[in-house]
T-cell receptor
Framework: NAGVTQTPKFQVLKTGQSMTLQCAQD?????MSWYRQDPGMGLRLIHY???????DQGEVPNGYNVSRSTTEDFPLRLLSAAPSQTSVYFC?????????????FGEGSWLTVV | AQSVTQLDSQVPVFEEAPVELRCNYSSSVSVYLFWYVQYPNQGLQLLLKYLSGSTLVKGINGFEAEFNKSQTSFHLRKPSVHISDTAEYFC???????????FGTGTRLQVFP
């Protein structure tokens, strides 16, 4: 059981470059989300999706795009990377629509923008 | 909108001592409350959660938390910590009407021998 899989695990970008962080889950979860983790700031919600074809903004959506064409995949796109986007990114998923259901996290993607 | 405050950024304790990690939240509606643990270079895993019912919630690894509605708190406790409990602990809240899970800034628990 793979759970939530994120790729790549490590990435270095130059300012202005674009890239996509991939996230896939094999648990048939309806809800998926992206967080970024920065020292002293905890995890902040970037974007989330409650099902295929539906996405919404979280606390810090600027500079990021998402799409949800399938239940399994929820890629996060950085169109023009900035040093402020240097962070650790976590994808997460949970079953159903109740926010009381347990959320499962991927192992993280370390992104450095120089 | 809801928010979460973890008052202590770091908590150093000696092995076998008790520990309490504090969490306060604010919300105008009923909430679900969670504690997650993050070991170095790993993702987060659920320790325990409060949805409804008994205010004392028991989780994995001997941790428990008590929901106090009047004080809007959900403090995490363990009566005797081990070296292996060294990790970062995050309190999180979601209200029952939204899909967003909001995290606190985390508390680093450091257990010394």
């Amino acid at each position: 059981n793979a759970g939530v899989t994120q790729t790549p695990k490590f990435q270095v970008l130059k300012t202005g470059q674009s890239m996509t962080l991939q996230c896939a889950q094999d648990m048939n979860h309806e809800y998926m989300s992206w967080y970024r983790q920065d020292p002293g700031m905890g995890l902040r919600l970037i974007h989330y999706s409650v099902g295929a074809g539906i996405t919404d903004q979280g606390e810090v959506p600027n500079g990021y795009n998402v799409s949800r064409s399938t239940t399994e995949d929820f890629p996060l796109r950085l169109l023009s990377a900035a040093p402020s986007q240097t962070s650790v990114y976590f994808c997460a998923s949970r079953p159903g629509v109740s926010s009381g259901n347990t959320i499962y996290f991927g192992e993280g993607s370390w992104l450095t923008v120089v | 909108a809801q928010s979460v405050t973890q008052l202590d950024s770091q908590v150093p304790v000696f092995e076998e001592a008790p520990v309490e990690l504090r969490c306060n939240y604010s919300s105008s509606v009923s909430v679900y409350l969670f504690w997650y643990v993050q070991y170095p270079n790993q993702g987060l895993q659920l320790l325990l959660k409060y949805l409804s019912g008994s205010t004392l919630v028991k989780g994995i690894n001997g941790f428990e938390a008590e929901f106090n509605k009047s004080q809007t708190s959900f403090h995490l406790r363990k009566p005797s910590v081990h070296i292996s409990d060294t990790a970062e602990y995050f309190c999180a809240v979601s209200d029952i009407n939204t899909d967003k899970l909001i995290f606190g800034t985390g508390t680093r628990l450091q257990v010394f021998p």
